[in-house]
């Protein structure tokens, strides 16, 4: 079983900063691709970030310029940097990763998974 285990979210203030955390366990071969989207009331989910294991990174253009997703591979996590935070970044934001499974003996073939969810609340 792969879990995907966000941490960082929280309250600040407008123009203030935060870093999530997602660290992603269980019995992995490889993981791929990695991101994060985000969720605000009343809306759709929405790609926030997203990035390659070679560390190419693909940003959307709400959130560029402010925002820096990063990883470390020999632990498994992905991070969000967040600057200059604005009310309208009010979300709940989710953690994806693209893997290769281990079944013990062999590669399992790729699944997605998500993260629970981490608040992020922006006040004016």
């Known amino acids: 079983q792969v879990q995907l285990v966000e941490s960082g979210g929280g309250v600040v203030q407008a123009g203030g900063s935060l870093r999530l955390s997602c660290a992603v366990s269980?019995?992995?071969?490889?993981?791929?691709?990695m991101g994060w989207y985000r969720q605000a009331p009343g809306k759709q989910r929405e790609v926030v970030a997203a990035?390659?294991?070679?560390?190419?990174?693909n940003y959307a253009d709400s959130v560029k310029g402010r925002f820096t997703i990063s990883r470390d591979n020999a632990k498994n996590t992905v991070y969000l940097q967040m600057n200059s935070l604005k009310p309208e970044d009010t979300a709940v934001y989710y953690c994806?990763?693209?893997?290769?499974?281990?079944?013990?003996?062999?590669?399992?073939?790729?699944?997605?998974?998500w993260g629970q969810g981490t608040l992020v609340t922006v006040s004016s």
């Open positions: 269980g019995s992995i071969f490889r993981i791929n691709a």
């Open positions: 990035i390659t294991s070679g560390g190419s990174t």
């Open positions: 994806t990763a693209d893997y290769v499974g281990w079944d013990g003996s062999a590669p399992t073939p790729a699944l997605y998974a």
